[in-house]
C-alpha cells in the first residue's frame, strides 16, 4: 500500500492541515518530508496530521514528524497529531512522543 497526502491551508485555525491515508514507512516517508518542508517554507504556522485513515507507521515516518516538530518549535509553532488508529497510537506512546507531541481524537 502507499501514501496518499492532502494538504491544505485553513484559514480559520491559521494551520496546515495534512491529511495522510495508506502507509507511511521507509518507502514514502520522503514524500511527507518534502510536502511538510514546502507548506512551511509557504506559509510558517502550525501543522495538525489526520492519522484517521493512516494503516500503518514506521519509525521512518516518525522521523519525519519529529523533524517537522523541531523546525516548527524553533518558530513558535506545534505539531498536532488528530484522530490515530489504536496501532498508530501504539507507536507514539512506545517511544514516549505522545508526551511531547499534542495527540487529540
Do not use: P
Not at 49 to 71: E, F, R, W
Amino acid at each position: 500500500m502507499s501514501l496518499n497526502i492532502n494538504s491544505k491551508y485553513r484559514d480559520d485555525s491559521n494551520s496546515w492541515v495534512v491529511e495522510l491515508s495508506g502507509e507511511l514507512d521507509v518507502s514514502c516517508a520522503d514524500d511527507l518530508k518534502k510536502e511538510l518542508d514546502s507548506n512551511i517554507e509557504k506559509k510558517f504556522s502550525d501543522v495538525k496530521v489526520d492519522m484517521s485513515n493512516l494503516q500503518y507507521i514506521d519509525s521512518t515516518g516518525i522521523g519525519v514528524i519529529v523533524g517537522a516538530m523541531k523546525k516548527l518549535k524553533s518558530g513558535d509553532k506545534d505539531i498536532t497529531i488528530l484522530e490515530a488508529k489504536d496501532n498508530v497510537k501504539k507507536i507514539f506512546k512506545i517511544t514516549g512522543l505522545d508526551q511531547i507531541i499534542r495527540m487529540e481524537g
